[in-house]
């Protein structure tokens, strides 16, 4: 853990002010690999400077694609018409514990006829197995084959199109079902797919590429292949994750926060659970203003799901303002089994949480016979007091960071190069909001 890796975090201050989010993390980097499809160069704007933009990057220029970045203008321009194979030393190395290489497949498939995986890590909140995408990689024609340092994969022949049906909408495996489908022969017909904003924004991606693809109301994408893809030409959707954390900081301290950038389309789900909380927000043409309104908040029963329900990344962060609403809040986590981890810093800064292996507050899910701890039940309002935590993801992170905000006293978040991951330059957005903070 370098010096820099903690902030020192002086709570108990209402955040106010203006911020802007770019696009978002859960798209721009499925973005960037579909340029490999490309016979020319693609072109992605609306581009936030995070660690996982600069680790698929990297990962494209180890495989011969051009990448130049304007940070500040937040445009991307890649460049593949030099593919080739990279070693799978420098694969291994520069991914770290990201998870992005397995969605290279398809690409690579195409291009050269070959790909590696590298052993995965990724954020500890569940298994997050990629058995989906190697069965889908296979139902493609490509041979799998584990070896010591990870997975080979390779294709003897043009891929062909397939008939799959996702045993759950699974996010990552949607789309490696249509970066590897767009150019392979034949139809290929996913049922039970994601249909996520950013899976619906990587399809217009694909599109502009020159694939064909349909989308029915079913959850059932249809996908022609094609012999060639072009480059592309596209502007990154808002990340509606950023901007309901910061949502829900704003609530959690008592603030009031423009987010600029924020888009309602993507966030009805969220806006509609910010307002029976007890938030009010304001919406025009260049973001979304979120504020305490002052009184109560309301607890709260609240179901994580799939679009177009209430995405599991948003439950996190506004987890910590229901430990400032009145009353019993009621959260059941259906889509990661192991996603409440992060209460218990929540708990030693004075939150009353507990956990249960019962399916709470809602319909019975694929967690409730599995002995996982994925029910919540939050009760308020309790104050929270400063403590020195440690971030254990992504989500978790920015939460402890919400709650050590809201908290009165001094505490330390360890670990906050994990932020870094997914919430572009969040302490320059820190000092904007008018947190004190230093970073240790």
Known sequence: ?????????????????????????NFVSKAMVASLLGESPSVLRNVPAIRDVAVVGGLLELHGVGVDLDEDAGVLRLDPSRVETAHVADIDAHAGSSRIPILFCGPLLHRLGEAFIPDLGGCRIGDRPINYHLDILRQFGAVVEKRDQGIYIHAPQRLRGTKLTLPYPSVGATEQLLLTAVRADGITELANAAIEPEILDLIAVLQKMGAIISVDTDRVIRIEGVDRLTGYRHTALSDRIEAASWASAALATGGDIMVRGATQ?????????????????????????????????????????????????????????????????????????????FTDALRRMGATIQVYRECLGGRPCRFGQRNFFHSAVVSGPTPLRA????????????????????????????????IDRGYERFTEKLGALGAEFTRI
Request: hydrophobic share 40%.
């Open 1 to 25: 853990m370098g010096a820099s890796d903690a902030l020192r975090v002086n709570g108990g201050r209402p955040l106010t002010g203006e911020i802007t989010v770019r696009g978002a993390k």
């Open 265 to 341: 389309p993507e966030m009805t789900t969220f806006l509609n659970t910010f307002r029976k909380v007890g938030g009010e927000f304001e919406i025009d043409d260049v973001g979304i203003r979120f504020y305490h309104p002052g009184g109560e908040l309301r607890s709260i029963v609240l179901e994580t799901d799939v679009h177009p329900g209430f995405m599991t990344d948003w439950q996190q962060p506004l987890v910590v303002a229901l430990t400032q609403a009145t009353g019993l809040s009621i959260v059941h986590e259906t889509v990661y089994e192991n996603r409440f981890g």
């Open 387 to 418: 403590a020195d935590v440690e971030v254990p993801d992504l989500r978790g992170g920015f939460s402890h960071l919400i709650a050590a905000l809201t908290a009165s006293g001094t505490s330390t978040v360890h670990g906050i190069g994990l």
